[in-house]
């Protein structure tokens, strides 16, 4: 009995704890249904504030795009135009009516044509039609409007007959004929400007295709032949197969006989300079770096140091110390080509200057930059000659300069 009584108190104990348990998890889970329902409102509510602030930047954008002022333009001269037509087309049919029932249809036909020419002028402006085209229209719907302005402004000084003053009737007809011309010509007007800027659109583009007319136009005239040629390889190509630019080349080639911009006497004097400019380098024989030591031992030594001058101490014997030594240091030296043979100098007479070798020496002179950079030594390797020539040549090439 007691163990079963304790079964049943475990039991009991069991299902209360399953009911705690259940209960536990229906609150967890009410509580959760709750939270989630929240978050989702929550959701709801900043999608909803996220929608209004979506709509209320694209009514913003909608109104700076629709009150920009060439849409207001655009419009407002729409607007002033049908108001025109309000106020004349009513004056003109009452005219005609007055006179015959039948002539009801004269007063809208000569509105419209005004209207209707004014709108050829702006397909024609679309469509790039030539110049006259636009003009005649324009021609046209003046003509159609000023008939309708003369009209409107008779009708209103017949306003007389039914008690209105003088002078208001003529301030209506005034009026009814300023309207009845504005119309057109605001209309008129509106297309001047819209074409114009379409034209200004992109400065750039309208900047390079002017640039490039007049490139062309000019290329044209320079080189007709040119021109003639390439005007016969568009031609003969297939449409659209061949670009202007690579015609260009082509029918320079077939004309020139060689790449665009070389011709033969371009050639020719090219290939005179690069004759002229070896002729001074063979007589020079210099490089910038060869250049800048000569300067370089100029300044050290002078212009007649270190080249074997003219006159010195050490052209001649020295007054003391070994004779022998020193004549063989001289002998040694001048075999060298860095001090004259005065053996052989003082024995051989002086033989004249040469005009080809002046000439030579003043194209040095002129290549290194003047007879001041003239040494002994560059005249020498220059001419080809003994040292105490190239020194009768430098010197003779410095008189010149200074006479």
């Not at 229906?26 to 709509?55: F, I, P, Y």
């Amino acid at each position: 009995m007691s163990s079963w009584r304790e079964e049943r108190r475990r039991d009991n104990a069991a299902e209360a704890e399953e009911r705690r348990n259940n209960k536990a998890f229906d609150a967890k889970l009410r509580r959760d249904e709750r939270r989630e329902l929240k978050k989702e409102r929550r959701d709801d509510k900043a999608q909803a504030r996220r929608d209004r602030a979506a709509r209320r930047q694209a009514r913003a954008a909608r109104r700076e795009k629709t009150l920009t002022p060439g849409n207001v333009y655009r419009k407002g001269t729409l607007f002033l135009v049908a108001l025109s037509a309000l106020a004349s087309l009513p004056a003109q049919v009452l005219h005609f009516v007055a006179i015959h029932w039948m002539l009801f249809p004269i007063g809208p036909a000569v509105e419209g044509a005004a209207w209707v020419m004014a709108a050829g002028v702006a397909y024609a402006d679309e469509r790039k039609l030539p110049v006259w085209v636009r003009w005649l229209l324009r021609g046209l719907s003046l003509a159609a409007a000023a008939f309708a302005a003369n009209i409107n402004y008779k009708y209103g000084l017949s306003l007389t007959e039914h008690g209105v003053s003088p002078g208001n009737a003529q301030v209506a007809g005034l009026g009814l004929a300023a309207v009845t011309l504005g119309g057109p010509l605001f209309f008129e007007v509106r297309q001047w400007v819209l074409t114009l800027t379409a034209s200004t659109a992109d400065p750039k583009k309208q900047a390079e295709a002017k640039a490039r007319a007049k490139h062309e136009k000019q290329r044209g005239r320079k080189f007709k032949d040119v021109a003639t040629r390439q005007e016969q390889l568009l031609l003969a190509a297939p449409f659209g197969t061949l670009k202007p630019e690579d015609a260009w080349a082509r029918a320079w080639w077939d004309v020139k006989g060689a790449p665009v911009s070389v011709t033969a006497d371009v050639i020719a004097d090219r290939l005179d300079a690069e004759a002229d400019v070896s002729a001074v380098l063979a007589y020079a024989e210099k490089t910038p770096e060869r250049l800048a030591v000569e300067l370089f031992l100029a300044d050290v030594f002078g212009p007649e140091g270190g080249d074997g001058g003219s006159t010195g101490a050490l052209s001649g014997k020295p007054s003391g110390g070994p004779r022998d030594g020193a004549s063989k240091g001289r002998t040694a030296l001048g075999g060298k080509g860095k001090r004259p043979d005065r053996s052989t100098a003082e024995t051989e007479p002086q033989k004249p200057l040469a005009e080809a070798d002046l000439e030579a020496v003043r194209k040095l002179a002129g290549a290194l930059g003047g007879t001041e950079r003239l040494s002994a030594r560059n005249v020498r390797e220059a001419i080809g000659c003994r040292n105490e020539y190239a020194l009768r040549l430098r010197d003779a090439v410095r008189a010149e300069k200074k006479d």
